[in-house]
């Protein structure tokens, strides 16, 4: 069975600061990540997802994360955070059969974007 | 599109007391799932229905939580009796049939808060 862990419990940043979230997950033959972010008391929301192709993945609100296949990560980056980025965030791996997927998520890291 | 729609949206019992929760998802999703979300972690899936089969609920603790889909459109999850350690958020989340051309994209609804006491 898969595993997803997130390094950072908490990453506090300044606004307009750049930001890494770091996400990894246990070795497949294939797989496919997400990254969701979740605000306070609200369901989850793609950020990106990574099933195939490029390596570098862009997703909303100017994130993006590259897929590291001999290092099993998949980081979620943000060149500038703004206030409005505070919330919980969370790195998914998708296992299973075609048509019958699973995610498996990690701990989530939460954000905290100081002015 | 409207989105996946869940209620209520918070619920408090005590323990061994009965509830339930509902979920509708989005129009034409044949896959619906239920996570739970205890506190500072991430989701855990409880129970995968594909139309109005179970495809995986080897998570799902049976001797006190049920779910149906029936129709293969809203579902019920239910808890009886209830344990303290149950207070969680109840996510349920919706996506298209992978076999029909899916992104694997789940949607989710905004969650139920149960707090057992």
């Known amino acids: 069975a898969q595993s997803v862990t997130q390094l950072d419990s908490q990453v506090p940043v300044f606004e307009e600061a750049p930001v890494e979230l770091r996400c990894n997950y246990s070795?497949?033959?294939?797989?496919?990540l997400f990254w969701y972010v979740q605000y306070p008391n609200q369901g989850l929301q793609l950020l990106l997802k990574?099933?195939?192709?490029?390596?570098l993945v862009k997703g909303i609100n100017g994130f993006e994360a590259e897929f590291n296949k001999s290092q099993t990560s998949f980081h979620l980056r943000k060149p500038s955070v703004h206030i409005s980025d505070t919330a919980e965030y969370f790195c998914?791996?998708?296992?299973?059969?075609?048509?019958?997927?699973?995610?498996?998520f990690g701990q989530g890291t939460r954000l905290t974007i100081n002015p | 599109e409207a989105g996946v729609a869940q209620s209520p949206r918070y619920k408090i019992i005590e323990k061994r007391q009965s509830v339930a929760f509902w979920c509708n998802p989005i129009?034409?999703?044949?896959?619906l799932y239920w996570y739970q979300q205890i506190l500072g972690q991430g989701p855990k899936l409880l129970i995968q229905?594909?139309?109005?089969?179970?495809?995986?609920d080897s998570q799902l603790p049976k001797d006190r939580f049920s779910a149906e889909r029936l129709k293969g459109v809203d579902s019920t999850l239910k808890i009886q009796p209830a344990k303290l350690e149950d207070s969680a958020v109840y996510l349920c989340?919706?996506?298209?049939?992978?076999?029909?051309?899916?992104?694997?994209?789940?949607?989710f609804g905004p969650g139920t808060r149960l707090t057992v006491t």
């Open positions: 989340a919706s996506s298209l049939d992978g076999l029909a051309g899916g992104t694997y994209e789940q949607y």
């Open positions: 070795s497949s033959v294939s797989v496919y």
């Open positions: 990574y099933l195939s192709g490029s390596t």
């Open positions: 998914a791996v998708s296992e299973g059969e075609w048509g019958a997927q699973k995610l498996v």
């Open positions: 129009s034409g999703h044949a896959t």
């Open positions: 229905f594909q139309n109005n089969g179970v495809v995986d």
